[in-house]
């Protein structure tokens, strides 16, 4: 087996994003209230608990309802 003459470079350690917790609390924020609104559209929105008349809701959401194990009918 043939050795290369060249030696591999050194690893170097990873680089270590410090962000502080006041720049990533309001986007979490935000992103945990919206998933909190699309989990209630895929989840509730039909029947006693709809917020919007219609069933139009409930046919853009029908799929995901089933593939995430929500009954609806």
């Given at each position: 087996?043939?050795?290369?003459?060249?030696?591999?470079?050194?690893?170097?350690?990873?680089?270590?994003?410090?962000?502080?917790?006041?720049?990533?609390?309001?986007?979490?924020?935000?992103?945990g209230l919206l998933m909190l609104v699309l989990?209630?559209?895929?989840?509730?929105?039909?029947?006693?608990?709809?917020?919007?008349?219609?069933?139009?809701?409930?046919?853009?959401?029908?799929?995901?309802?089933?593939?995430?194990?929500?009954?609806?009918?």
């Open positions: 087996m043939a050795h290369s003459a060249i030696a591999p470079a050194p690893l170097s350690p990873p680089a270590v994003l410090k962000l502080p917790i006041r720049a990533i609390l309001p986007w979490a924020a935000f992103f989990l209630y559209f895929v989840g509730a929105e039909q029947g006693a608990t709809s917020l919007l008349p219609g069933a139009g809701v409930h046919e853009w959401v029908h799929d995901g309802r089933h593939l995430l194990g929500f009954p609806c009918h």
